[in-house]
DNA sequence: CTCACTTTGTGCATCGGTTCACAAAGGGAC
DNA sequence: GTCCCTTTGTGAACCGATGCACAAAGTGAG
């Protein structure tokens, strides 16, 4: 019973489902460790904190893994996602800049784990090239091009001042790097085909805020009734 | 000429629009600081990255501050933004779990600028407890509950392993708060009400491998024909 | 004042994503 | 084999968000 593969295959996974493909793969690598051989939508959908039918059509777009009756098999569906989101290769990631975030990142446990390594470190302040961390030599941000081409790196973590960040980002374009992390705070502009993700703290701190204003406004009676706005402003 | 408030603004400005004004704030802010007066919704999406009719819609939730034919004026934007997200009040932050991610989170510079203080670090390990970071002296996890009453705190940061992050949650969230920002690999189950947002690195990255592993495809002559899957798996 | 020009605010078509609900498929009991 | 139970995979309705395109509103020149 050799399984046939994907008429739904196509070409093209939605993006939403590729964002939650990954939340999918961790909850079932918990449920390998506790020893499930297979698990229901329902019950899978439960542990990644999604609905159910949306888990089912999520995983229709990689193909039909599924015995109906029985549920899905965990390992296979593992080694499934993992293939699909090009995990059963290897990944060389390099950090560009080694402050207190970047610092964070290369001791993060996490990001070795599935598939990544962290490649190589690099900063611009001559105090730090040369220290020694998680393991890695920071290397000065002069050699980036050099460092990219020999470590095989293909993503890039930007973890830089903001002011920096889109001088870096040209460069490792320019290096032909199209896969990008960036953790400063600024809008990158880059040539199309490049990937580009964002990750700001204090983005989401202020989404957070606007919820919290709402829920405290209801409590209190309504929000401040005759919304003045003070004379500091000129208009 | 008293400005009028907000036919378009009886409540509940879309989340898609809400995620994008900490993004229009950064703008208008470097436009501020560079002397410019007034801004039209073309710059300004530029700016920002966006679609300037898309900007335009977001704004009118707000209510009508533009001028037609003139545009924005910077400053009073910025302060109807702030307004809008809260950020005129001051809202303490209480970061959990000092390891590399909570001491990076509570040395950067930008969580502190607007509106947000980090006003308690706490941590579990008896190590690090009593350390000062960042003009903090790190607290026991003991002390939860009373540190977030003390100081007012509104606004939690999860940045511990994950196997701690629930427990810590429910706990947070027995004490009152609402708002949640996890940097923990899980999935937190929260009552209603209580507002979580999530920052997962590895995550960010599976997605920019799935792209990466597209465009690599792509340039190799389309994905691996036969996609077999290896005998290690038993089905 | 009128006219030409700029730029906002929004109606409308469209698109992608979510959810419901159910037919189809498989397993197991007998 | 038949029947019943479970669970998948998906058609179709729905919902929110996006982007086009334009009327309405304002500025400034003459």
């Known amino acids: 019973m050799i399984r046939r593969l994907s008429q739904a295959r196509e070409r093209g996974i939605p993006e939403a489902t590729v964002a939650r493909l990954p939340l999918y793969l961790r909850a079932l690598n918990g449920m390998a460790e506790r020893g499930l051989a297979t698990v229901s939508s329902e019950d899978l959908a439960v542990a990644a904190g999604v609905n159910s039918a949306k888990l089912r059509k999520d995983l229709s777009h990689l193909g039909s893994y599924g015995t109906r009756g029985v549920g899905y098999d965990v390992e296979y569906l593992i080694y499934q996602i993992s293939r699909e989101l090009g995990l059963t290769q290897d990944w060389a990631v390099a950090i560009v800049g080694v402050g207190n975030l970047g610092r964070a990142l290369a001791n993060y446990g996490g990001f070795v784990s599935r598939g990544f390594r962290v490649a190589a470190l690099l900063d611009a302040d001559p105090e730090v090239v040369g220290d020694r961390i998680a393991g890695l ?4 941000i002069d050699e980036l091009e050099a460092v990219i081409r020999r470590r095989g790196v293909s993503i890039v973590v930007l973890a830089t001042p903001a002011a920096a960040a889109q001088q870096v980002a040209d460069r490792v ?10 953790f400063a705070p600024v809008v990158l502009s880059v040539p199309e085909g490049v990937d580009i993700r964002k990750v700001d703290l204090s983005i989401e701190l202020q989404i957070l805020a606007f919820h919290e204003q709402r829920k405290t406004d209801r409590m209190t009676g309504g929000p401040a009734m ?3 706005w003070p004379e500091a402003v000129d208009l």
């Not at 030599?137 to 000065?140: C, I, L, P, Q």
């Not at 374009?173 to 960036?182: E, K």
């Open 226 to 228: 005759a919304e003045e």
């Open 173 to 182: 374009v320019a290096a032909g790097i199209t896969s990008i992390l960036n």
């Open 137 to 140: 030599n920071v290397e000065h």
